[in-house]
């Protein structure tokens, strides 16, 4: 008989097993589960060495599975000034005047978070501005979905761009008309030069562009970026995250991630990309293929590749089949064109590899079906299972082609506006005609497209619980639209067995049931009769990654 290391008893566990879906313990050994059950199924699991836990009727579940995060970005912005919920000019320049003050920020004080209106509507963020708040030192406000950084005058001066500088196509330093940058920098080549004055030399964004470190990091630098790694993961292990998707990618980010197992354990399974970028020769996939080859286990694996085909609604990047509402002109553009994208998605099939693809505007989504249907076309149907990343706007003729493609819907419930964020300005800036459409989860889902559900951190807050209520009570988007709401099983699918299923894992995680990974989480009270509304005031008690504790919350 083999006696498990640990048995957790008196739960409210949900296997999220079809076949049983309820049990009341479950037992763990050697980083695999060995039995699920009642208690006396599990009294002959139990030895004297064995752990036995008290769950004392709260939730047990699966561990959480993030499938969209930027785990180096996340975990460097873990010590930021975050101005997140914050708008107006007196309470943002109050926030940034008290950080300024604690002189912790060498380089440049970056605040994270920033909204678009975070001065108000009509109320541009320039240097002006920022120069009122902060006129000597360096200061930049990054938008919470990075794709627009803000800078001062100081910091424009620092990094030498205030004079503008040429920058890939799809990247803006925008310049005012008298001639010098206002401070507005679209996209990552369009503000790296300010990430380059950061302590980490912007090293955490390089894998957004797939671009390794100029040159090769000194051991003081690789220092500051394990432990920022370190931060990020023992983050994930204590909001119960026991596996994620990481959308950007490097050699050098994986090298990192490598050495953190190899010293101590990662504590959390995670997945890395490899970036393909427009213009790129197709041979650079065979870079995909050897990061499969040197990172294939269960705790850090490379296997699939990471495209950006537009940018986001908020600054009109994402790819629209017609002009943003009142903008007459203004539709957004896609990075590749659809016949370099065909070939780029028909190469990466044929390699075996997983493609994921952001794509938010409709014409975007629509120019990401195209071509996994063309590599379906080249090489024939095969369980590839393609992802669209985001999809927040769907032309309807697009709604079937989920299902008939086989590709999944990852989608992140916070940030859908009227859930964690409010229904302007996307509304008016896309116009409800195309918003009945708007980040569809349900629609889609009853179209028979596989949904799987992330944060996007930091782009969003990591918390799977505050996902879940979020995908539970989002409001509709103006009356008489669609209730694209989500149950709870089907939100607590889309943080754990979908997010297995969209890496080919669903036999091993994702699921409590005999064999599987023993990844799970322990709530600090029952989900199924809390209000969704207050399903994110719950806690994590306890994550268990492997057969491992890897967090428990302080008594
Ligand atoms: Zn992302």
């Not at 708008?87 to 060498?106: L, T």
């Not at 349900?442 to 944060?455: M, P, Y």
């Amino acid at each position: 008989m083999t006696a498990a290391d640990i048995i957790i008893e008196n739960g409210r566990i949900l296997t999220m097993d079809p076949d049983r879906p309820r049990a009341s313990a479950v037992a763990l050994k050697g980083g695999a589960i060995i039995g699920v059950g009642d208690p006396a199924e599990m009294d002959e699991l139990s030895g004297r060495s064995t752990r036995r836990i008290d769950a004392a009727g709260v939730s047990v579940l699966p561990g959480f599975i993030d499938s969209h995060i930027h785990i180096f970005a996340g975990g460097a912005q873990l010590g930021s000034l975050s101005l997140a919920g914050l708008s107006g000019y007196e309470r943002v320049a109050a926030a940034i005047r008290q950080r300024a003050g604690r002189n912790i920020d060498p380089g440049v004080l970056v605040a994270e978070q920033a909204a678009y209106s975070i001065f108000g509507e009509d109320e541009p963020i320039t240097r002006h501005v920022l120069d009122r708040i902060l006129p000597d030192a360096p200061l930049a406000l990054f938008a919470s979905d990075h794709h627009t950084m803000w800078a001062n005058t100081a910091a424009l001066k620092a990094a030498g761009i205030l004079h503008g500088r040429e920058v890939p196509p799809g990247n803006e330093i925008v310049m005012g008309e008298d001639g010098l940058a206002t401070g507005e920098l679209r996209e990552f080549e369009g503000f790296a030069p300010i990430t380059d004055l950061t302590p980490t030399g912007g090293r955490e964004m390089l894998g957004l562009m797939g671009h390794e470190p100029k040159s090769p990091p000194t051991s003081a630098q690789r220092a500051v970026d394990l432990g920022i790694l370190r931060r990020g993961l023992a983050y994930c292990a204590s909001l119960g995250i026991t596996s994620f998707h990481n959308m950007d990618g490097n050699f050098y980010q994986l090298e990192l991630l490598e050495e953190i197992d190899r010293a101590e354990g990662l504590g959390v399974r995670g997945r890395v990309p490899f970036r393909m970028l427009p213009g790129m020769a197709l041979s650079q996939l065979d870079k995909a293929a050897e990061m499969r080859r040197r990172w294939n286990s269960d705790w850090l694996k490379a296997d699939f590749v990471k495209m950006f085909m537009d940018g986001v609604i908020e600054s009109t990047t994402a790819d629209m089949f017609a002009d943003y509402e009142g903008m007459p002109g203004v539709s957004g553009f896609s990075f590749f064109e659809q016949d370099e994208f065909d070939a780029i998605c028909t190469a990466a099939d044929r390699h075996g590899l997983q493609i994921a693809v952001h794509a938010i505007g409709d014409a975007a989504v629509n120019r990401t079906l195209n071509g996994y249907e063309a590599a379906r076309r080249a090489n024939g149907s095969r369980d590839s299972r393609h992802r669209i990343e985001h999809i927040e706007m769907l032309a309807p003729a697009d709604l079937p082609r989920f299902a008939e493609l086989g590709v999944l819907a990852s989608v992140q419930p916070t940030h859908a506006p009227g859930g964690a964020y409010p229904l302007e300005p996307i509304v008016s800036m896309v116009g409800r005609e195309r918003m009945r459409t708007g980040y569809a989860w349900q629609t889609l889902r009853d179209a028979g497209a596989k949904l799987v559900f992330a944060s996007d951190w930091p782009v969003a807050p990591l918390d799977p619980l505050l996902g879940i209520r979020t995908a539970m009570t989002r409001r509709r988007a103006f009356e008489g639209a669609p209730d694209e709401r989500q149950s709870l099983t089907d939100s607590i699918a889309g943080f754990t067995a979908d997010g297995a299923f969209a890496e080919f894992a669903e036999d091993r995680k994702g699921v409590l049931k005999a064999g599987t990974m023993a990844d799970l989480v322990i709530l600090s009270g029952d989900i199924e009769s809390t209000e969704p509304e207050r399903i994110d005031e719950l806690k994590v008690q306890a994550t268990i990654c492997g057969g491992r504790i890897t967090y428990e919350r302080p008594a």
